[in-house]
């Protein structure tokens, strides 16, 4: 089995940016949480990370091509405007889980808007790092 996880814009900032909203681990850290997931499974799992709206649909036509079974992602910021990273999740027939960190509900009023979630499976929000090990557990359950 092979999951792809991809992490937008500002995520490798992790451990550096608004601690008090994304907590103190840094991005080397959920890559380590990822790669023990992934032993643990018995899966593989492919890590992306870009601050470039290109470079990440880019990535997800890559998946089709590359024995991806199903999606994880975090856009962090274009998760509330990218229509072309939508547009590009919807072309891909597989789960496909959106997560966030944060709670974005309890926050800034542009953060409860997500373009992406409706062509997406499923979302996490709030439940901060585990929402990515929460979302490897539902693809695995998925597939
Ligand atoms: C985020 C929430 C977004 O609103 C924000 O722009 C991010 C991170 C989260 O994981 O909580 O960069 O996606």
């Not at 992934?38 to 890559?62: C, L, M, P, V, Y």
């Not at 024995?67 to 027939?93: C, E, K, V, W």
Request: one cysteine or more; charged letters at 20%.
């Amino acid at each position: 089995m092979k999951v792809l996880v991809i992490n937008g814009p500002n995520l490798n900032f992790l451990g550096i940016r608004e601690k008090t909203i994304y907590g103190n681990q840094d991005f080397k850290y959920l890559l380590s949480l990822l790669s023990e997931k992934a032993e643990k499974e018995n899966i593989t799992i492919d890590t992306f990370q870009s601050n470039s709206e290109g470079a990440i649909i880019d990535r997800i036509q890559e998946a089709y091509f590359d024995g991806t079974q199903g999606i994880i992602i975090n856009p962090g910021a274009f998760t509330h405007y990218s229509y072309a990273i939508r547009d590009a999740l919807a072309t891909m027939d597989m789960p496909k889980i959106e997560v966030h960190i944060s709670n974005v509900h309890k926050r800034e009023e542009f953060r409860h808007v997500s373009v992406t979630a409706p062509v997406c499976t499923g979302q996490i929000v709030g439940l901060g790092l585990s929402g990515y090990i929460l979302a490897v557990d539902a693809i695995i359950s998925m597939l």
